[in-house]
C-alpha cells in the first residue's frame, strides 16, 4: 500500500495515509472527502553497508569535453 499525502479542502489540515486502490480516503479531522493528493517525495531504506553515492558532476566548463563545452549549457 501507498502512502499518499492529502490536503483536505474543509479544515486545511495535510496528513499523510496509506491507501489502498478500492480505498476513498477522508480529512482525519473533519472526515470531509475533498481533499487534494499532493505531490511527495519517496524514502528508501540504506544499508551500514552500502556504498557513497557517486560524487555530482562537475559544473559545465570544467568537463573534459574539447573547449569546457559539455552540451548541457
Do not use: W
Amino acid at each position: 500500500m501507498p502512502i499518499y499525502e492529502y490536503a483536505c479542502h474543509e479544515c486545511g489540515r495535510q496528513f499523510e495515509m496509506l491507501v489502498r486502490s478500492d480505498t476513498v480516503p477522508s480529512c482525519p479531522s473533519c472526515q470531509s472527502r475533498d481533499l487534494e493528493k499532493k505531490l511527495s517525495v519517496f524514502a528508501t531504506a540504506e544499508s551500514a553497508t552500502a556504498q557513497a553515492a557517486p560524487a555530482a558532476a562537475p559544473a559545465c566548463g570544467a568537463c573534459c569535453m574539447p573547449g569546457g563545452s559539455c552540451g548541457f549549457n
